[in-house]
């Protein structure tokens, strides 16, 4: 059993004496022991077993195995978001007095657990611009702990070279952080090029079909035991009911992230040559400025693609207006297709020249682009686009 499909699909918790063929739910806060004596051992970590469902319940442990095999990661935790992820993976390594390096394009709470919160703290942090390569060692300092990053960038798309940062965290003793979100372990392994820690919102393509929140943190084992710490006393715990339906879901992860990629790859491929797109973004586009990277670190080119209508914010709201099929919702990752329009959005809470900065121009639109026949997914595009 060594294929990406074959692992989601056939990594099981045990069977119970009900031989049922896929687990059931385990909706229990605690577990019984058979005697004090395997209470006693259980408690003391001699042997294994669950305890309580904020440390362990089968459900969650089934996600998080499989979660661990497809990044080829150690260990890991699951997480009821994708922010538990980020906060507990974030907060299990730093302290007061420690520095966190990170990238200027950052999920929106991602940026200000670290500008707004980690400050409370005494932790303190430096943004570099993902088009600024050598100003992550330059930015290094003495009590710099962690370096953490998410590529491609939402909603630029534009990539980091996650090997190059996973020597230089290697050569600094860092922690190098990557929130995989946007690619999923299908697309996208950052273990494979240095990263210690790989963090996820299986909110987004892992659940696929909009209906969950939940998160992991993955990674080396002696690292993640100072995550599960962290976990298991501040209770970011992820419900079993979502665990059962996050390893449900990595069962057709494969499948729809290749129709995800066929999809943005013919979208990307549309938009290119119409009148009323100044760019478009798409890292598998030959156009885009780091295709050769793209290449090298992704599978393929995601689901997410991005582009400018000519005109500004009033050309890109009367786009969004006149979609007939697309949602408008600020979400990504879904079964349905999805545009959004960052710059009065999900980025508002950004000044014109910080938005300047990580490529959010007035007339950016990002595409989610989902499952539905691609035929459709053009029309509405076209026919909004006038
Ligand atoms: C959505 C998202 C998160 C946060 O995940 P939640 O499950 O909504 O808490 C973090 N990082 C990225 C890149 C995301 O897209």
Not at 81 to 94: E, N, Q, V
Not at 141 to 149: A, E, L, R, Y
Not at 161 to 181: F, Q
Not at 354 to 376: A, K, M, N, T, Y
């Amino acid at each position: 059993m060594s294929k990406f499909e074959t692992i989601a699909i056939r990594t099981q918790s045990e069977r119970t004496q009900h031989r049922e063929h896929t687990a059931p739910i385990f909706a229990t806060s605690s577990f019984v022991f058979e005697d004090a004596e395997q209470a006693r051992a259980t408690f003391a970590g001699e042997i294994e077993g669950n305890i309580y469902s904020r440390y362990s319940n089968p459900n969650n442990d089934e996600f998080i195995d499989k979660m661990c095999l497809l990044e080829g990661t150690e260990e890991g935790i699951s997480t009821s978001s994708g922010m538990a992820a980020m906060f507990t993976s974030i907060a299990s390594f730093l302290k007061s007095g420690d520095h966190i390096l990170a990238s200027r394009s950052l999920f929106g709470s991602t940026h200000q657990i670290i500008t707004e919160l980690l400050p409370r703290w005494g932790i303190t942090h430096t943004y570099v611009d993902i088009d600024q390569p050598e100003d992550w060692e330059k930015n290094i300092q003495p009590n710099t702990k962690m370096i953490f990053v998410e590529s491609p960038s939402n909603p630029a798309l534009d990539l980091i070279d996650l090997e190059a940062l996973g020597k230089l965290s290697k050569a600094h003793g860092l922690i190098l952080n990557v929130d995989n979100c946007f690619t999923t372990p299908y697309l996208q392994n950052p273990v494979k090029f240095g990263a210690d820690i790989v963090t996820h919102s299986a909110t987004k393509f892992i659940d696929g079909q909009g209906r969950v929140l939940g998160g992991a943190v993955l990674g080396r084992a002696d690292l993640i035991q100072e995550v599960r710490f962290m976990a298991r006393h501040t209770g970011p715990a992820l419900s079993p009911f979502h665990g059962w339906i996050l390893s449900k879901s990595l069962e057709t992860l494969s499948v729809r992230m290749d129709k995800h990629c066929q999809n943005a790859l013919a979208l990307a491929q549309f938009l290119e040559e119409q009148a009323h797109v100044n760019f478009v973004k798409y890292p598998f586009l030959p156009s885009h400025p780091q295709y050769a990277l793209a290449q090298k670190q992704m599978r393929a080119g995601g689901g997410l693609v991005t582009f400018e209508v000519k005109g500004g914010q009033a050309k890109a709201q009367k786009f969004l207006n006149q979609l007939k099929m697309l949602s408008l919702t600020s979400n990504l990752g879904d079964t349905r297709s999805i545009a959004t329009h960052p710059a009065s959005t999900t980025h508002s809470k950004l000044s014109p020249e910080q938005r300047q900065r990580v490529g959010i121009s007035e007339g950016l639109v990002r595409i989610s682009v989902g499952l539905e026949h691609i035929e459709d997914i053009l029309e509405d595009i076209a026919q909004a686009l006038v």
